[in-house]
């Protein structure tokens, strides 16, 4: 005997495949009833998914005005499908702009939102666009890198047998120089090869422990005027990876936010801030790839900011904001970081600097 209700079938019991989706997913009655949501929409209101499935989906717009005239003539046979651009509220505050599909569905009294953030492809595109520059970066640096070893080494060389040669003291001066400025070339050319030559000694990593160790070295060269604080997630567990090389990477970005807190005069007043956080990332897309879970590592300090005109260019190499510095720390950190499949991104204005890794977890 048939049933006189809708189906069961993909529109409520199957509704689980949509965690899998980057983009917000809803399904919904014609009279804004939350019936399913999926984990993006979850995670990116902030609200529970039974706290959604007990409320309107009019609430989670700023205007929900254009959602209701939708619904409408989506449920009335108007249209099969609309499309209208919104406001999308967040349980923690702020708004976040969003493009909002709503579509009919074979099961009658049932309608499917897709929200897709209006910034996503704009982030997607950015770290794609990061990610392939780093890659012409790292192929660029090794190759110019060995180009320059080779004379490097016959222009030192040829300065020690003429110093041995020569009997002033005034010109022998002169070959000291030489070799002392080829030793500097050579020190460069070792740490811009350095990620290249040494290979991942991979095992189980506690991330806590790599920010205590940073932590520790930052305060033991600052031992006053910066607060190191942290606020981790305990309950993040142990991955595979390099402690070495996220040890460094983390320690590359938290030295320059040290430097920049000493060079606009925070250390020397004493309310310079540096902060560690530690949180698991859900059901996030980073790298064209979508992981179920993923370690977020926030390092955060209130100094001046990055500078505008290097903003976009901070992680190619021997780009550097302060005066004598080699450009190479948050080139090292990224590609570090990419060798643990992860991303790292930076948001800066004065007085306040953020850099996020985020890595897959298992």
């Known amino acids: 005997m048939k049933s006189d209700g809708p189906p069961a079938g993909p529109g409520l019991d199957n509704f689980e495949a949509f965690d899998q989706l980057a983009t917000m997913v809803a399904l919904i009655e014609p009279g804004g009833h939350c019936l399913q949501a999926n984990s993006a929409l979850e995670n990116t209101i902030g609200t529970s998914r039974r706290a959604l499935q007990r409320g309107l989906a009019f609430d989670w717009l700023v205007d929900a005005a254009p959602l209701h005239e939708t619904l409408h003539r989506v449920a009335s046979n108007q249209v099969a499908t609309s499309r209208f651009d919104a406001h999308l509220k967040r349980a923690t505050g702020g708004e976040l702009p969003v493009h909002v599909i709503v579509t009919q569905t074979e099961w009658p009294e049932r309608v499917l939102i897709e929200i897709i953030e209006i910034e996503q492809q704009t982030r997607l595109d950015r770290e794609e666009r990061a990610h392939s520059l780093a890659q012409s970066n790292k192929d660029l640096v090794r190759n110019l890198a060995h180009e320059i070893k080779n004379p490097l080494g016959g222009i030192r060389g040829a300065a020690q047998l003429l110093a041995m040669e020569l009997t002033s003291r005034e010109l022998t001066e002169y070959t000291r120089v030489i070799i002392q400025e080829a030793d500097r070339l050579q020190a460069l050319v070792d740490r811009l090869l350095a990620p290249h030559r040494r290979q991942q000694v991979v095992a189980d990593v506690n991330i806590h422990e790599v920010c205590e160790r940073v932590r520790s070295l930052i305060l033991a060269e600052y031992p006053r005027g910066i607060t190191v604080a942290r606020d981790y997630d305990t309950s993040i567990p142990e991955f595979r ?47 064209r790839q979508r992981f179920r879970l993923a370690l977020e590592l926030h390092i955060e300090d209130n100094g001046p900011g990055v500078p505008e005109d290097i903003k976009d260019r901070i992680f190619q190499p021997l780009v550097s904001g302060r005066e004598g510095g080699s450009g190479l720390g948050l080139t090292l950190a990224q590609t570090f970081v990419q060798q643990h499949h992860g991303t790292i991104e930076c948001d800066s204005i004065p007085g306040r600097t953020l850099f996020k890794i985020l890595i897959p977890l298992p």
């Open 241 to 287: 990876g390099d402690r070495e090389q996220l040890i460094q990477a983390v320690l590359n970005i938290a030295h320059n936010a040290t430097q920049a807190l000493a060079g606009n005069g925070r250390v020397a007043q004493g309310d310079a801030q540096l902060s560690l956080r530690t949180r698991v990332a859900r059901q996030i897309t980073f790298g």
